[in-house]
């Protein structure tokens, strides 16, 4: 292999220069790439073209409007190019990388996202050996998925979570092993094939007459996804619990103790109700993660979980992931809450791990 490969400049620390105000975009770091990366003549370096998003974004602006542009652009080129490097911040990199999983099923280009801790600007970085390293795997494997490249490790997309504000390691994927280790040499884990997790029996036929990429299907200016997160805490009450749910939320991702537990209809009835009262009749579906790093939720184990709420179970999801594909579903308005509920708690592209 050895093919061409579109890096896709969305913004991010890595391209970052000082400002007044701290560190913002650089405009002019396409240009700078070509100059230092263009020179180098080996032949584990694929030839590469460049283009940027407008706004460039610190990532912690990013919206589902700028996943939409970004799948886009994946989508207009991806005859053109069979792999794509995404720059983008690491800020909100996990849910950009697990949404696009989502959006661009079916796919069969390689996209990995990459950023760094400090900018490529700086004499001492981690932006230039991510970008090269990234640049390297996707000219030189075959890998059709969305994956998140960072600190000599390749994770998958929809299983990444950022872990570290500070260090190089900054990701990780603990409920799901890595696609790729590069020390002396690249090692992609053995006896695997990537898009393994792929459900297209799970999605809705009505969908997949979309395919491949699926949009958002909001009016993007409106920004009326009606999605959220909410994190457990000793002494929530039902009244926080009854605001964030209004107005109506569609669909709520609750960061659950342990495997999936919470407050008990017997010791906080307000609470219990809340959550009662919204899941009845499929009007909102709330769905439960750990809130622990690693691990499962499961429902069935304490008397304290929040299955007689109503609420379903999001298996080993990240958080971004269990968000990520609230966000895809619901806009689909195709989809009925029922359909959505099913699906949520379906493996659909390797995001969750489930029993079947
Ligand atoms: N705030 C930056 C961003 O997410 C952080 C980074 O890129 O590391 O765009």
């Given at each position: 292999m050895n093919s061409k490969v579109l890096i896709i400049y969305?913004?991010?620390?890595?391209g970052m220069i000082p400002s007044e105000k701290g560190f913002i975009p650089d405009p002019d770091f396409p240009k700078k790439i070509i100059k230092d990366l263009g020179q180098i003549k080996d032949e584990q370096i694929p030839p590469f073209d460049i283009i940027s998003m407008s706004?460039?974004?610190?990532?912690?602006?990013?919206?589902p409007a700028d996943w939409n542009k970004i799948a886009k652009v994946i989508d207009k080129n991806k005859n053109n190019y069979q792999g794509m490097i995404v720059l983008h911040g690491t800020d909100t990199m996990a849910y950009t990388a697990s949404v696009l999983g989502f959006m661009l099923q079916g796919l069969n280009n390689s996209i990995i996202l990459t950023g760094s801790q400090i900018p490529y600007s700086q004499v001492r970085n981690d932006a230039r050996d991510n970008l090269l390293t990234s640049l390297i795997i996707c000219g030189n494997y075959d890998i059709p998925e969305v994956s998140v490249y960072f600190n000599n490790k390749l994770f998958r997309g929809c299983r990444s979570?950022?872990?570290?504000?500070?260090?190089?390691?900054?990701?990780?994927s603990p409920n799901y092993p890595v696609l790729a280790e590069v020390g002396v040499n690249i090692g992609l884990r053995k006896k695997r094939s990537f898009n393994i997790d792929l459900r297209e029996d799970l999605i809705n036929d009505k969908l997949k007459k979309q395919a491949p990429v699926y949009y958002f299907?909001?009016?993007?200016?409106?920004?009326?996804?009606?999605v959220g997160v909410l994190r457990l805490f000793p002494g929530i009450s039902a009244d926080f619990v009854y605001h964030i749910l209004q107005?109506?939320?569609?669909g709520l991702v609750i960061e659950a103790y342990g495997v999936g537990n919470g407050p008990t209809k017997e010791k906080n009835p307000e609470f219990f109700k809340v959550l009662s009262e919204a899941t009845k009749n499929d009007d909102t579906v709330i769905v439960a993660v750990t809130q622990c790093l690693r691990g499962e939720v499961i429902?069935?184990?304490?008397?304290?979980?929040?299955?007689?709420?109503g609420v379903i179970s999001g298996h080993d999801m990240t958080v971004e992931a269990a968000l990520a594909k609230l966000y895809y579903l619901i806009s689909k308005e195709k989809l009925n809450m029922k359909e959505v509920k099913k699906l949520m708690q379906k493996n659909c592209i390797g995001e969750l791990t489930d029993d079947e």
């Amino acid at each position: 292999m050895n093919s061409k490969v579109l890096i896709i400049y969305t913004g991010g620390t890595i391209g970052m220069i000082p400002s007044e105000k701290g560190f913002i975009p650089d405009p002019d770091f396409p240009k700078k790439i070509i100059k230092d990366l263009g020179q180098i003549k080996d032949e584990q370096i694929p030839p590469f073209d460049i283009i940027s998003m407008s706004p460039l974004l610190d990532s912690s602006n990013m919206t589902p409007a700028d996943w939409n542009k970004i799948a886009k652009v994946i989508d207009k080129n991806k005859n053109n190019y069979q792999g794509m490097i995404v720059l983008h911040g690491t800020d909100t990199m996990a849910y950009t990388a697990s949404v696009l999983g989502f959006m661009l099923q079916g796919l069969n280009n390689s996209i990995i996202l990459t950023g760094s801790q400090i900018p490529y600007s700086q004499v001492r970085n981690d932006a230039r050996d991510n970008l090269l390293t990234s640049l390297i795997i996707c000219g030189n494997y075959d890998i059709p998925e969305v994956s998140v490249y960072f600190n000599n490790k390749l994770f998958r997309g929809c299983r990444s979570t950022k872990i570290d504000a500070t260090r190089f390691g900054a990701f990780d994927s603990p409920n799901y092993p890595v696609l790729a280790e590069v020390g002396v040499n690249i090692g992609l884990r053995k006896k695997r094939s990537f898009n393994i997790d792929l459900r297209e029996d799970l999605i809705n036929d009505k969908l997949k007459k979309q395919a491949p990429v699926y949009y958002f299907e909001q009016d993007e200016d409106e920004r009326d996804y009606e999605v959220g997160v909410l994190r457990l805490f000793p002494g929530i009450s039902a009244d926080f619990v009854y605001h964030i749910l209004q107005p109506k939320l569609k669909g709520l991702v609750i960061e659950a103790y342990g495997v999936g537990n919470g407050p008990t209809k017997e010791k906080n009835p307000e609470f219990f109700k809340v959550l009662s009262e919204a899941t009845k009749n499929d009007d909102t579906v709330i769905v439960a993660v750990t809130q622990c790093l690693r691990g499962e939720v499961i429902l069935d184990e304490y008397a304290t979980s929040l299955k007689s709420a109503g609420v379903i179970s999001g298996h080993d999801m990240t958080v971004e992931a269990a968000l990520a594909k609230l966000y895809y579903l619901i806009s689909k308005e195709k989809l009925n809450m029922k359909e959505v509920k099913k699906l949520m708690q379906k493996n659909c592209i390797g995001e969750l791990t489930d029993d079947e």
